[in-house]
């Protein structure tokens, strides 16, 4: 990987600016609060590439909800997925007969959230949805679909707004690809 000092000079094009993910966050966040409101909800926010949604997100919910954090990954440093599934760290409340809303950054393969409802499902929540930033359906390896999702993009490797590469890039203020140049040997 060749990560340069200028994060903008490594980026090849903006996917979707700034403007277009505050005003679709802000519309997701409406959506969210409509169908919540009244509900017992506890949000959780995968870490660590969905904290910048995350917490736009939430801030557009105008309805009770509670914050929790869960870091689970499927990757490793590079741009593919491992197929290898690590819950880094736990929520920290019990979830029984509570409706539970997953924040992601991106639906990729979908075995990360595939894994993590499963998972959620065996302590008996009173529901589970999720929600994602991005959607890649052409990359995926098992039978899911987000249940809310911001944009969908095609297959190209995408930083930003949350997203990284190596832990890079997560603090443009816009979802980008990356110059191949970036990520090649
Ligand atoms: P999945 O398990 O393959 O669906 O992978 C989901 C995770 O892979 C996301 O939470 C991201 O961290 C990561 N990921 C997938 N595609 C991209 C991308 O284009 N850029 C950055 N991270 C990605
Ligand atoms: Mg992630």
Redesign the pocket.
Known sequence: MNIGQDMQKDILKVLISEEEISARVKELGEQLANDYRGKDVIVIC?LK??CVFFTDLVRNMDCQLEMEFMAI???GGG?K?SGV?RIAKDIDTSITNRHILIV??????????SHMKKLLESRSPASIKTVCLLD?PE?R?CDITPDYCGFTIPN????GYG???AGFYRNLKYVGVLKPEVYSE
């Open positions: 995968v590439g969905a990954s499927s990757y741009t997925t599934v992601e950054d991106i639906m990729d393969s979908g075995l990360t959230l890649k990359r390896e190209e490797f995408v930083v997203l990284d590469l």
